[in-house]
Nanobody, 121 residues
């Protein structure tokens, strides 16, 4: 599966952005989708994941209550709605696909190219 992330940009603290991850191929609905982020000088970290059906979602503690992951299998697209953004959320955001749920980025087989989110204070 090939992934294309989009939707990043510059936003003020307290603002919102919605990231999209468009997938190619007819097997999108079989994959767990995850979002990760990597700030300069830091390791890539887990943000959120959603089961293949969309019934179950998982979040890192730092974003729980502010970010919402979702997917539309008919459109082969996953989303990350980010609200109440903070400067600490500044990073390159990546979407990824895997056949099972994991918060470890090493476990994900397919990656999008990343989209930059910058939150100004």
């Amino acid at each position: 599966v090939q992934l294309q992330a989009s939707g990043g940009g510059l936003v003020q603290a307290g603002g919102s952005l919605r990231l999209s991850c468009a997938a190619s191929g007819r097997t999108f609905s079989t994959y767990v989708m995850g979002w990760f982020r990597q700030a300069p000088g830091k390791e890539r970290e887990f943000v959120a994941a959603i089961s293949s059906s969309g019934s179950n979602t998982y979040y890192a503690g730092s974003v729980k209550g502010r970010f919402t992951i979702s997917r539309d299998n008919a459109k082969n697209t996953a989303y990350l709605q980010m609200n109440s953004l903070e400067p600490e959320d500044t990073a390159v955001y990546y979407c990824a696909a895997n056949l099972y749920r994991s918060s470890d980025y090493h476990d994900y087989d397919y990656w999008g190219q990343g989209t930059l989110v910058t939150v100004s204070s």
